[in-house]
């Protein structure tokens, strides 16, 4: 039995990335105004980050909806595959909630899972679970080894800017302000489904190094399994210098550089960059 795998655009997988991978990405939905946009499809990254700077206010996310998972769902299934949905994490969005109500309607024919990550580390996830597809493991196999394998998976990112936290309301326009005079950057990862802050750093090259101590510090990077970079805005030099500062902490093998998409970006700013990977 064939079982697809689908998955969110929260996870940072692009719709080019997808085809070549066989994955569906189901784009979700964010606004500018009276504006909607379909994440990745009906507007890049490119110009997110583009009309987001021209925007006093910061763009409006919403989650996909029962009825379109509904939708997506019945006709994976039309030829008689199973389906592996993997959700961005019910601690940021009430996806999950959306596709597991959806899944109800087709009698064991679609699973759930709660990635509890997004960005980069819900797209390997997903990566992870296609592989097993590939090697012929049944709906029921495929959900219990990704559901191990998702206590190992780690993201860690630095912000490089502060701005977007001020216009979302989630520090004070003085905090924003004297953070950006002092160079401030945050470094952060995913603890428990949320956004975790680690620690509050002086320039990008000490946010290089911070990640680089906590991939060490956490047991290193496994080699088998997948791994991604993302940045976010339209300048990579920021994480092509962490690539080239780290080339020894990698696998010898091509990792895809992804942008960060609508659901983290909103709140990173430009500038951002995070690298995800299961530990050894």
């Known amino acids: 039995m064939t079982v697809k795998i689908i998955t969110d655009s929260g996870s940072d997988i692009s719709q080019k990335r997808a085809q070549e991978l066989g994955i569906q990405v189901i784009p979700l939905r964010f606004s500018f105004g009276e504006d909607e946009y379909l994440d990745g499809v009906t507007m890049s990254p490119k110009e997110f980050y583009e009309r987001m700077d021209q925007e006093a206010e910061l763009p409006k996310t919403s989650q996909i ?29 009430g996806c999950f909630q959306s596709a597991t109500l959806a899944a109800t309607e087709f009698e064991g024919k679609v699973c759930v899972l709660d990635s509890k990550h997004f960005c980069s580390s819900e797209g390997l996830l997903a990566e992870y679970a296609k592989r097993l597809a590939n090697e012929g493991k049944s709906l029921d196999e495929i959900y219990k080894l990704t559901e191990k394998a998702r206590e190992k998976v780690r993201i860690i990112a630095v912000f490089a800017t502060l701005e977007n936290l001020r216009k979302g309301g989630r520090i004070s326009a003085t905090s924003a302000f004297v953070g950006e005079a002092l160079n401030i950057k945050l470094l952060i990862t995913i603890e428990d489904g949320g956004v975790g802050v680690l620690g509050k750093l002086r320039g990008m090259k000490k946010g290089y190094q911070a990640m680089r101590d906590y991939i060490l510090k956490e047991g290193g990077i496994d080699p088998e399994m997948p791994c991604a970079f993302a940045y976010s805005g339209s300048d990579d030099s920021n994480i092509s210098e962490f690539i080239e500062m780290n080339k020894d902490l990698y696998p010898d ?15 990173s ?9 299961f530990v050894k």
């Open 65 to 93: 909806t029962p009825y379109a998972y509904g939708e997506v769902f019945r006709e994976a299934i039309a030829d008689g595959s199973d389906v592996f949905y993997v959700s961005i994490s019910s601690g940021v969005s």
């Open 253 to 267: 093998k091509e990792i895809p550089i992804s942008y960060v998409g609508a659901t983290v970006g909103t709140y």
């Open 269 to 277: 700013g430009a500038g951002a960059i995070a690298t995800a990977y």
